[in-house]
């Protein structure tokens, strides 16, 4: 029930039914008024981009805001374009919809990878709604998008009062749930580097199902040969810590190498000594563990098909 217009953009509401609450909802076109409002306002503040995981977390009583701040209306943090962190490198805003992500003309050569971990998200209505930068505030560890953010080395721009800063991607989640996001302070978006042009990707989900599941586990691969070297080796698995990790020690191995089938299962075994799984009511913690050494071989192998290896 419209309880009345505060402000001119903010509204009180009252949810009648299963979970009754009263809150303000404020939609800001502006970054700036958006962070007045985080910065003047008391109680709990929540930022609503595509709402798929608010309004549950609101509808089942997980969360309580005093103060809902809808930034669908600010535009600037929608879409892909050139970025001006990186010269020849991609920006994609934090409001930029997941379907799009998937459908993107812009994500080809290395950046495929992404478009790819996209279309594996929940079903197509929730890629509709849910935005980039709310799957990976959500900070869970099985996000499908982070693994493919971290092995492109995404940089997080983030605003606050003090200004703009740029965190890299891997920085950017400190535990389950958890990211640099503390107080008052906006993601912006992501800043993809340039990929050189012998570069593939390959991203492997690991569930129960193939849709409208979290992933038991994730793997992203991404690999760039110079004169049938690899120059450039970045590997990152998911749900099987307490946040997204980069597995440097594989990286280090292949870095400098040709993409042959023995180091291969070198580079996945230390994948999986690096994963430090759970268990939980989508799998045992040695089935992850062992699993992320399997799919870690699939994706190299199947990187050293596409790259001619």
């Known amino acids: 029930m419209v309880m009345g217009p505060l402000n001119g953009l903010q509204q009180e509401k009252e949810w009648s039914g299963e979970c009754p609450m009263k809150f303000r909802l404020s939609s800001p076109t502006a970054v700036d008024e958006a962070l007045q409002l985080l910065e003047k306002s008391s109680g709990e503040v929540r930022l609503l981009a595509g709402g798929t995981d608010v309004m549950v977390g609101m509808r089942v009583g997980k969360m309580k805001p005093d103060l809902l701040i809808n930034l669908n209306k600010i535009t600037d943090l929608a879409g892909i374009k050139p970025s001006d962190h990186f010269d020849e490198g991609l920006f994609i805003g934090a409001l930029t919809k997941i379907s799009d992500v ?23 209505q929730i890629r509709n709604l849910a935005t980039l930068g709310g799957n990976i505030c959500n900070a869970a560890p099985s996000a499908d998008t982070a693994t493919s953010l971290l092995v492109l080395d995404a940089v997080a721009e ?13 920085d950017f989640f400190t535990g389950p749930g958890m990211t640099v996001l503390e107080g008052e302070r906006i993601l912006i978006g992501f800043h993809l580097p340039p990929q050189p042009e012998q570069t593939a990707g390959v991203y492997i989900k690991h569930g129960a199902r193939k849709a409208m599941d979290c992933c038991t586990l994730g793997v992203a691969a991404l690999i760039s040969m110079n004169n049938n070297r690899i120059s450039k080796a970045r590997i990152a698995i998911g749900a099987v810590a ?13 870095e400098g190498k040709t993409l042959a089938q023995d180091l291969i299962k070198e580079a996945a075994q230390l994948a999986e000594d690096a994963a430090r799984p759970i268990d939980d009511v989508r799998g045992q913690a040695w089935y992850r563990k062992q699993m992320v050494g399997v799919d870690t071989r699939r994706a190299l192998s199947k990187i050293a098909e596409e790259l001619g290896g």
Do not use: N, Q
């Not at 983030?158 to 891997?170: C, M, P, T």
């Not at 307490?242 to 280090?252: D, F, M, N, Q």
């Open 158 to 170: 983030i605003a606050g009062r003090d200004g703009r800063k740029f965190v890299l991607l891997e």
């Open 242 to 254: 307490p946040t997204p990790l980069r597995v440097h020690e594989a990286e280090a191995l292949l």
């Open 102 to 124: 998937e459908h993107a003309h812009e994500l080809v050569g290395g950046y495929s990878i992404l478009s790819s971990a996209a279309g594996t998200l929940a079903s197509v």
